[in-house]
């Protein structure tokens, strides 16, 4: 293909646009030229293009100084001579605040720092910008007039867009000498520390391993515009079948497929080829092309209060990731072969996405999405993988394979460490197994309050592989073990016969302890590829749980007809989730009197007694509990389900879990009621969920009269030394005063009595 043939279509940018400004950094970088030279010219070309008296660029040193490197208008003999602290002056408030600072009158502003080499005094307008990569600031572009001004949004987008184009550069070696290129990768590979929320206790150490594999390390500028022409058009070529490919499953339909086809309108989307196409013939690699517009998108997406728009940049970020991957030559999926030692970093994921991963490799998890009581979180749990959630940066400060702790008791991350913290956590893992043995030694304990009160402990669990944990903790049963990630890890429904021989596998390995098994909770974010689904706007409110069994018996029977011929001779507890109203629970149990009638016609042995359960998980349900207690033999109350319908909260998103408390006078009151109506039916009453993990809730609910529960399996330790540290008059005592009284502060008020009280709280708290 010819130039003259992928000429880039006219308009998006004006003559003084950034596509010129683009292509004439360009040809300045690919010229022949030392390093300071290569420089200089860039400063002039940036100057002269946005009609600045000064165009200057400072490069962060080693030692975090920021030293004036170039500059077109000051006094050129101040060149590796100007010096700026971290903080100090303008330039040093933009790198360390990694903010843009603009200003009409430089010398009024109270961080001004005047500096007589550099012959300023005549400036007065002020644009600086970080040059941010790997979120570090590296250095500082600066823009001077002399004439009181305020320099405009577009100027400000402008000088954003070629700060991180310099950026890029500095770190690719384009542009500076070997010396200068090596301090710049010393300062992106300096040891770091991130903050996010702790969402699975437990220290993990790895190496960090992209959910998304990452982008290879590419040039900026291109040497061969036409070349990059034709590698943007075979990868959004290669991009497009893939999409089209998936159109293709016969299996999709419905609303499933019309989202497929909107999402396919934009991979085809002419102006999003054409502005990448633009990049490209301003002197851009194909790569940093679909990286810059993708910066593009995102910054004005961001700005849109519009939530339908917000969420089409998740299509567009998709769409670019899924281009990089053609462009690299590696448009495979999932899943991914991981590294001995792995910690893999994401921006979100499904309970699927992680239960595809080698389990003996995966040490831990960072994710930007995700709270304490999501699906995967609940599966990490499970596995004991620690996880650290709401890193919003993480993406963009590490590299495949760097060294990583994660520490999913304080919510840290730390990348690259020093020595000190390797030796820190070190400390921390071994004085951890010090604790677990404890508690191991714990485990025959009885767990009876100070004042004589008995709480029974049971365990939560999804795999074959928890069942060691019931022996080894002391757990008296497994509580809630749940039967849908067995419907989640595969590429299809699994036979019954699948099923039959997991269910008596869990029962053999339980020994003899009680198990309750959860018909499949599928719906919402449980979902696997082969099941067809139609787009929700509310799928935690929506088809899942037992609407879905009732409405697809082709699911639940078969898992009824598993669960009668595993347990034959023995008890089966069987619980139904997401029960709303009594007809629901009628209907399912129309469907296990059939399964079992069935056995009975064939002449085939039958449990030797069958308990029928319902997961309270609704308002709905609490109000109606006396009809739906009158039709089974045991309650579980769905703390996490409850909580975020109580509270109109996703318990998928970290920020409305962060803005409400479970230990909350309303809350906890509603959880007093039900424990008075299932008392008042007789109807036993656990309380399952990862809520009571959390030591302060579950010495709440043991004050409101909950006895049963069940936690995970790496909670039971604690849980049972708290037990045995509480007085459970005394907490009942104290409810009945404080609830009453209502107000925020709940939380610290508990946290002050238990431990005047002398109460075990830690690790948690």
């Given amino acids: 293909m010819s130039l003259e043939r992928t ?38 070309v940036i100057a002269s293009h946005v009609v600045a008296d000064v165009c200057s660029i400072y490069l ?26 971290w903080g100090e002056g303008l330039v040093g408030v933009v790198a360390a605040t990694q903010k843009p600072l603009v200003t009409a009158e430089a010398p009024m502003h109270p961080a001004f720092v005047y500096k007589a080499e550099t012959g300023e005094d005549p400036l007065h307008s002020f644009l600086g910008v970080p040059l941010i990569r790997s979120g570090k600031a590296l250095g500082v572009l600066t823009l001077q007039n002399k004439a009181i001004r305020r320099y405009t949004d577009e100027e400000v987008e402008a000088a954003q867009a070629v700060a991180l184009l310099l950026a890029e550069v500095a770190a690719s070696g384009e542009l500076l000498g070997k010396e200068e290129t090596a301090a710049v990768g010393e300062m992106l590979h300096r040891p770091d520390r991130l903050t996010g929320v702790g969402v699975v206790a437990g220290v993990a150490k790895g190496r960090v391993a992209f959910h998304e594999a990452a982008t290879p390390r590419h040039k900026v500028f291109a040497q061969d515009v036409a070349r990059e022409a034709q590698r943007l058009e075979d990868g959004l070529q290669s991009l497009r079948k893939s999409v089209d490919d998936m159109l293709a499953d016969e299996s999709l339909a419905g609303v499933s497929r019309d989202v497929l086809e909107a999402y396919r309108l934009f991979a085809y ?143 840290d991350v730390h990348v690259r460490p020093a020595q000190d913290i390797r030796d820190s956590y070190r400390e921390k893992r071994e004085l951890q197994s010090v604790r677990q043995a404890e508690f191991a030694k714990e485990r025959d304990l009885p767990s009876v309050t100070k004042d004589g009160v008995e709480i029974d402990i049971h365990m939560n669990a999804g795999l074959a592989l928890d069942m060691p944990h019931l022996h080894t903790t002391g757990a008296r049963g497994v509580g809630l073990f749940r039967t849908e990630l067995q419907f ?46 139609g787009a929700e706007g509310n799928p935690a409110m929506g088809w899942r749980g037992l609407r879905m069994a009732i409405d697809r018996p082709g699911i639940i029977r078969p898992q009824i007809r598993a669960l009668l011929s595993a347990s034959a001779g023995r008890e ?29 016609d064939a002449g085939r042995p039958l449990p030797t007694s069958i308990r ?57 009151s509603f959880l007093g009621l039900i424990v008075q109506k299932a008392s008042a039916s007789g109807t036993p009453l656990s309380y399952c969920g990862e809520q009571a993990a959390d030591l302060l809730m579950a010495a709440a609910l043991i004050g409101l009269g909950v006895r049963r529960f069940s936690i995970p399996a790496t909670s039971v330790g604690p849980f049972r030394r708290m037990v045995r540290s509480i007085e459970a008059g005394a907490v009942s005592s104290w409810f009945e005063t404080r609830v009453t009284r209502g107000g925020e502060g709940m939380r610290a008020d508990l946290i002050a009595h238990l431990r005047q009280g002398g109460v075990e709280l830690s690790p948690q708290k």
């Fill in 612 to 668: 029928v359960g319902a997961m309270i998980e609704t308002p709905a349900a609490v109000w109606r509990m006396e009809e739906i207690a009158s039709r089974v033999d045991f309650l579980s109350v769905g703390g996490n389900d409850l909580a975020q319908f109580y509270f109109a909260a996703d318990r998928e998103s970290e920020l409305t879990q962060r803005r409400y408390d479970p230990i909350d006078p309303g809350f906890l």
């Fill in 60 to 85: 962060r040193r080693p030692d975090d100084k920021l030293e004036l490197y170039s500059t077109e208008g000051l006094n050129r003999e101040a060149v590796h001579k100007t010096l700026m602290n």
């Fill in 7 to 44: 000429r880039p279509p006219h308009g998006g940018h004006g003559e003084r646009g950034i596509t010129v400004l683009l292509r004439r950094m360009h040809d300045v970088v690919a010229g022949e030229a030392t390093a300071q030279e290569r420089l200089d010219r860039l400063t002039s």
């Fill in 269 to 411: 989307d002419r102006g999003w080829k054409d502005r990448l196409r633009t990049a490209v013939f301003s002197g851009l690699t194909a790569e940093s092309a679909v990286e810059q517009v993708k910066n593009e998108n995102r910054a004005r997406l961001m700005q849109a209060r519009d939530p339908y728009l917000r969420e089409r940049l998740h299509d567009l970020d998709d769409l670019a990731h899924r281009l990089l991957r053609h462009l690299a030559g590696n448009g495979v999926e999932h899943p991914r072969e991981l590294p001995d030692e792995a910690v893999v970093v994401a921006r979100m994921m499904g309970p699927a996405d992680l239960l595809e991963y080698d389990r003996t490799k995966l040490k831990g998890l960072v994710l930007v999405e995700a709270s304490a009581t999501s699906h995967v979180a609940i599966v990490a749990r499970a596995l004991e993988i620690p996880l650290v959630a709401g890193v919003d940066d993480v993406l963009e400060r590490v590299y495949e394979n760097d060294e990583i702790i994660v520490d999913g008791d304080a919510g």
């Fill in 572 to 600: 089966l507890s069987i619980m139904f989730p997401m029960v709303t109203l009594a007809k629901e629970l009628d209907a399912a149990r129309a469907l296990l009197d059939r399964e079992v009638q069935r056995r009975k």
């Fill in 488 to 533: 989640l890890i595969g590429p299809q429904l699994p036979r019954a016969e699948a099923q039959e021989r997991l269910y008596k596998e869990v029962l053999e390995r339980a020994d003899g302890k009680p198990v309750v098994f959860r018909t499949a909770d599928l719906g919402g974010d449980k979902s696997a590829a082969y099941m067809k689904r």
